[in-house]
């Protein structure tokens, strides 16, 4: 049992330097690009997270919810009686409930245009960009102006956008780029979306 705590001990002591080495190198500040993607659940709610860490430093926030028309989730109910909070639902429902690709793009557009205040206010230090990869694979908008306006922003706002299938594009000009993965989901047990977990 000794010699595995030693050894423990010098690996842990190993691990330690290179950390605390890279952390050292790690000296540059600037407002990050985050994307947070893929097929599995808690991209929103990783988003979700960052309000409240922002917001625990003092930060003013603002979110703009696209595709998602619903108005009476928990996370809207709490974050948006918060002063600091500036929370926009600028969906109409699902591609699959609207079924109209004019209205959808409409839609998308008069969000997009409470984004791009947003993203030239230098008062926002967290822009959240909640389901914008859509908007992007449908073209509703333009990804070449979306990405010039997010590339355009204050030097020390932070972004995050989410979404599944987000574009190479967005990926490459993102700071950081997180792939949930679907692995099980309680949906496909006939489960049915549940208070504080999913709505």
């Given at each position: 049992?000794?010699?595995?705590?030693?050894?423990?001990?010098?690996?842990?002591?190993?691990?330690k330097?290179?950390?605390?080495?890279?952390?050292?190198?790690?000296?540059?500040?600037?407002?990050l690009?985050?994307?947070?993607?893929?097929?599995g659940?808690?991209?929103?709610?990783?988003?979700?997270g960052m309000?409240a860490?922002?917001?625990?430093?003092?930060?003013?926030?603002?979110?703009?919810?696209?595709?998602?028309?619903?108005?009476?989730?928990?996370?809207?109910?709490?974050?948006?009686?918060?002063?600091?909070?500036?929370?926009?639902?600028?969906?109409?429902?699902?591609?699959?409930?609207?079924?109209?690709?004019?209205?959808?793009?409409?839609?998308?557009?008069?969000g997009?245009?409470?984004?791009?205040?947003?993203?030239?206010?230098?008062s926002?230090?967290?822009?959240?960009?909640?389901?914008?990869?859509?908007?992007?694979?449908?073209?509703?908008?333009?990804?070449?102006?979306?990405?010039?306006?997010?590339?355009?922003?204050?030097?020390?706002?932070?972004?995050?956008?989410?979404?599944?299938?987000?574009?190479?594009?967005?990926?490459?000009?993102?700071?950081?780029?997180?792939?949930?993965?679907?692995?099980?989901?309680?949906?496909?047990?006939?489960?049915?979306?549940?208070?504080?977990?999913?709505?």
């Amino acid at each position: 049992m000794t010699d595995i705590n030693e050894r423990h001990n010098k690996r842990m002591e190993k691990k330690k330097a290179v950390i605390d080495k890279n952390i050292a190198q790690a000296d540059k500040e600037k407002g990050l690009l985050l994307v947070l993607t893929g097929n599995g659940k808690g991209k929103s709610s990783s988003a979700f997270g960052m309000i409240a860490r922002s917001l625990g430093h003092g930060m003013k926030v603002g979110v703009v919810q696209f595709i998602k028309s619903r108005t009476d989730t928990g996370e809207e109910g709490y974050f948006s009686r918060d002063p600091n909070v500036d929370w926009h639902v600028t969906g109409e429902g699902f591609t699959w409930d609207t079924q109209n690709r004019e209205q959808d793009i409409e839609t998308s557009e008069k969000g997009w245009a409470i984004a791009q205040n947003m993203l030239q206010d230098p008062s926002y230090k967290l822009v959240v960009l909640d389901e914008l990869t859509y908007l992007l694979s449908y073209k509703y908008l333009d990804s070449d102006s979306v990405l010039a306006d997010i590339n355009g922003r204050h030097d020390n706002q932070h972004v995050v956008v989410t979404g599944r299938a987000a574009s190479d594009a967005l990926k490459e000009a993102a700071d950081t780029v997180s792939e949930i993965a679907d692995i099980k989901h309680a949906y496909r047990e006939g489960i049915k979306a549940q208070k504080g977990i999913d709505l």
